[in-house]
């Protein structure tokens, strides 16, 4: 239980909304002080955080938008950034969670959380198996697995032989939709920013093909080169240019499955177009934008499946880990520059 010590606790703080791509000197870290103990008589829950994620959609959550904008709400300048974490309970006065337990969902990032708002405290899931590393349940085994799984399975439906293309293949979801399209029996392309992401995918990860987009002068032409008879199943992470290139390419009945447009995160206003939208009726291609907490009711059927796949060695999974919540700016601020190899991965603590 918590002992109600007041301590020391680093922060990631948010320093005021951004425009264009966030810098590292838009966050700070801070030292400020924590109880550990949670309220009398509430439901919070005091969380030592483990291990954070660094994901995309942080990068929109720095910008000041509608609500409309983005399915996460903007930050708030002068308060800790949050996002996808692991971390073991200290104090609970919630009944689903007692001391000791480990969690897995959306916390600080600091040392230590106290959670009270009831929508996150309903977000948090015990991690059930510590057969594998902690930090999966917010990669492989958390959000970016999952998102992987719901839209190349559910939404994309593939079949034995297709033909798929992922872009940002090297990432946290693209490396696991490129392996689920090979146990699938499909031929899979991936693409990425750098020769070393591209040996990694073909070298590591069993894609068929990769290539470095910044090397290609027309993408069209590049897809057409890998996908000779076209492209059966886009997974799709990045949006503008890539997208334009990718309907052009597409295969009668095609599917897009869009999670993700990185490309055009730090340009809301003035966002690229799109112009080869006339395949969607002459190709009958269907195209679904889907957002992963839809489908959370799907996570213990994926649980199931994706420690099965690890257990017989199936699935490989690569993260880039930066130690020390003081480095947690420059590893969410590298991600926006293509410098992650994998899932991007900041340790707090090892307990």
Known sequence: MGNGDEV??????????????????????????????????SKAVLLKNLYLSCDPSMG????????????????????????????????SGHPDFKAGDLVCG??????????????????????????????????ILGMPGLTAYVGFYEICAPKKGEYVFVSAASG??????????KLMGCYVVGSASSNEKIDLLKNKLGFDEAFNYKEEQNLAVALKRYFPEGIDIYFENVGGKMLDAVLSNMRLHGRIAVCGMISQYHNLDEPEGVHNLMSFIVKRIRMEGFVVSDYFHL??????????????????YVEDIYEGLE?????????????N???QVVLVSKE
């Open 8 to 41: 020391q606790n680093k922060q990631v703080i948010f320093r005021d909304y951004v425009s264009g791509l966030p810098k590292e000197s838009d966050l700070v870290v801070n030292t400020g002080t924590i109880e550990l103990k949670v309220p009398e008589g």
């Open 60 to 91: 929109v959550r720095m910008k000041k938008l509608p609500d409309s904008a983005s399915y996460f709400p903007s930050f708030r300048p002068g308060s800790p950034l949050y996002g996808f974490g692991v971390a073991k309970v200290l104090d």
């Open 106 to 139: 959306l916390t600080g990032w600091e040392e230590y959380s106290l959670i009270q708002d009831s929508g996150r405290v309903g977000m948090l899931k015990k991690v059930q198996f510590t057969d594998v590393p902690l930090s999966y349940y917010i990669g």
């Open 172 to 181: 946290a979801i693209g490396q696991l939709v490129g392996q689920f399209a």
């Open 299 to 316: 996570f213990p059927k994926f649980l199931e499946l994706m420690r099965e796949h690890i257990k017989e060695g199936k699935l490989v």
């Open 327 to 339: 480095n947690a700016p420059a590893a969410l601020v590298g991600l926006f520059h293509g410098k």
């Open 341 to 343: 190899i994998g899932k």
